[in-house]
């Protein structure tokens, strides 16, 4: 400190911590050359009043970070899912909340008629005691397979063979049922 205070001059010094989420993170350094002197009661709320200002700023900033890395992973996976060739639905209180592309365009729909639409609609009539006890069971938080073939039904009335991943998420603040299909139908026609 010495090599430093000497040579400026400096006779008076008031420092206030900058502190972020209980940690010092630096110092707001006010000097005096000249005699000594005494620091008044608004120098002192003026420098803890600086140090708080720099903390709001750092935080502000940190913040800014976050939300710029969160933005960035979210359109990842929005592109992922998006792009995926299974299909990808989120399910909650039996109704369809999200559905990436790949599905509607395989079943024959569009995505305006299926959002918000309830799951049975696109459910086999063969599957569809199995698919609702499944999916009860799921949302309980019931042991159930997560990997299992079922049936969905086109547009067109066509049976669509699918092997189906499910599992429970958070979406929008609360349960959902995540569920991944994949087409199998050849595959069930050669077998």
Not at 16 to 29: D, F, K, S, W, Y
Not at 120 to 141: N, S, V
Request: glycine share 6%.
């Amino acid at each position: 400190l010495d090599p430093y205070i000497k040579p400026l001059k400096i006779s008076s010094m008031l420092d206030a911590p900058i502190r972020l989420r209980g940690q010092m993170l630096g110092v707001v350094c006010h000097e005096h050359v000249g005699p000594a002197r005494k620091w008044t009661i608004q120098e002192q709320n003026f420098a803890a009043s600086m140090a708080d200002f720099v903390s709001v700023a750092m935080e502000a900033e940190g913040r800014k970070r976050a939300e710029e890395a969160l933005k960035e992973s979210e359109e990842k996976y929005r592109t992922l899912v998006e792009r995926a060739n299974d299909g990808i639905v989120i399910i909650q209180e039996s109704i369809i909340k999200y559905i990436n592309p790949h599905v509607v365009s395989k079943i024959g729909y569009t995505l305006e008629e299926v959002i918000g639409s309830h799951i049975t609609e696109y459910i086999h009539p063969d599957e569809l005691h199995k698919a609702i006890e499944r999916y009860e069971k799921r949302m309980r938080g019931e042991k159930v397979e997560k990997v299992f073939q079922s049936a969905l039904i086109g547009k067109d009335g066509k049976r669509i063979e699918v092997e189906a991943n499910a599992g429970i998420i958070m979406y929008e603040g609360k349960p959902a049922d995540m569920v991944i299909f994949r087409n199998i139908t050849e595959r069930k026609h050669i077998e």
